[in-house]
């Protein structure tokens, strides 16, 4: 076992029981044993326990980007205090008061890779994992976890469209087998590239949108689907399912959150007041703006009625 390899092994380890246990469960529902789509959809459900067990995460990672978001005015008027001063006292002035905005709106640049962050172990791990099936399959290899001799036989020899989850773009000369995995690639680049969209267009402020850190956002947006083209032809089909379907599920979860609680001057909040404006009109409601301002409560003492008798005494006086 090499360096990388042990490094990783306690996440191959939880990676190989979470794919064997759905891999029983999906048999236990009548699927059939041995080499069988049950292996591909055993992938598939570890994108979902990962991603449930990220869920609070996820929401950290929300505020986190909301807090971005709503700071950036403040921010680009601290760059804009200093730019063009370069000595010392300045650079450090500057870092001092962006530090302490970043406190006041309780986030972090950081706070919002942190998912991408702590999936990366668990990618490398069963790129790993998958690697060294051949290698435990034949013998030569200790097994990793349930994972053992015959278990790893049967996933090496799972297939989607022809394609077995260990088949890599570089390492088979079947072009059927290449086409399957060129699709999966694009496909895993594609929702790369719409899932940072999503999260980057439709959920942001326009004061975000603009300066520095927007165009490294920008950048991003299409460098990373671009890497992820170049650098698929490396990996094996189970980890291109699985980056696949974590990020249609990325997507997903985004478009709830995005359509249920957009952030603060977003296109994504304009179009769900619309909507909330739309149903309050059919119902025959008033905007709060159109509605008539009420008349004001009366100050002061309230005046006692005077009865007919005391009426006629003032006016004779």
Known sequence: MGFFDTILYPIQWVVAWIMYGSHQMFMALGMQPGPSFAWVLSIVALVIVIRILLIPLFFKQIKASRGMQMMQPELQAIQKKYKGKTDPSSREAMGRETMELYRKHGTNPMASCMPILLQS?????????????????????????????????????????????????????????????????????????????????????????????????????????LIFLISGVNFPVGVLIYWTTTNLWSMGQQFYTIKRMPAPGSEA????????????????????????????????????PVSKSRQKKKRKK
Do not use: H
């Open 121 to 225: 172990p668990i990618f490398f791990a069963l790129f790993r994992l998958l690697y060294n099936l051949g290698n435990i399959a034949a013998g030569t290899q200790d097994p990793i976890g349930p994972i053992d001799q015959p278990v790893a036989a049967d996933i090496e020899n799972s297939a989607l469209f022809g394609a077995q989850l260990s088949d890599v773009f570089l390492q088979t000369d079947d072009w059927s087998v290449r086409i399957v995995i060129l699709f999966l690639i694009v496909a895993m680049s594609a929702t790369t590239f719409f899932t940072q969209r999503q999260l980057t267009m439709k959920n942001m402020p326009k004061a975000a949108l603009e300066g520095p850190m927007a165009n490294t956002q920008k950048m991003l947006l299409y460098a990373l689907p």
């Open 269 to 304: 909040e304009r179009l769900l007041k619309e909507k909330r404006a739309a149903k309050a009109a059919k119902k025959g409601i008033l905007p709060e703006e159109e509605k008539a301002p009420e008349p004001p409560k009366p100050q002061g003492q309230r005046q006692q």
